[in-house]
């Protein structure tokens, strides 16, 4: 069974910082690139940031560039998302999901995603 489970979210001050965690099931892991997505109450679901198997390339939405790193263990199948200076704006449930493919490029769209957690809910406050 695949599963991908998200944790860390909560309630911030504008200003602050939060951690979150994706924990994977074993296989699924190691071999893909990874993305965290974020949706806001009417929005769509876009990508925050992305990261290759190896941890060697990643890419960041414009919105979250200098304040959000995205990061992996592939030891622990664990992937991170750390976020400072978080905005009111950031506010979203945040989601982690692998890519479909074994590849080194970085991809953008949901659509390209196969496996996704149940999402954590990461609100700002002014």
């Known amino acids: 069974q695949v599963q991908l489970v998200e944790s860390g979210g909560g309630l911030v001050q504008a200003g602050g910082s939060l951690r979150l965690s994706c924990a994977a099931s074993?296989?699924?892991?190691?071999?893909?690139?990874m993305g965290w997505f974020r949706q806001a109450p009417g929005k769509e679901r876009d990508i925050v940031a992305a990261i290759t198997w190896s941890g060697e390339s990643t890419y960041y939405a414009d919105s979250v560039k200098g304040r959000f790193t995205i990061s992996r263990d592939n030891a622990k199948n664990t992937l991170y998302l750390q976020m400072n200076s978080l905005k009111p704006e950031d506010t979203a449930v945040y989601y982690c999901a692998r890519d479909r493919r074994r590849h080194s490029i970085l991809v953008v769209s949901a659509a390209e995603y196969d496996y996704w957690g149940q999402g954590t809910q990461v609100t700002v406050s002014s």
């Open positions: 074993g296989r699924i892991f190691s071999s893909y690139p």
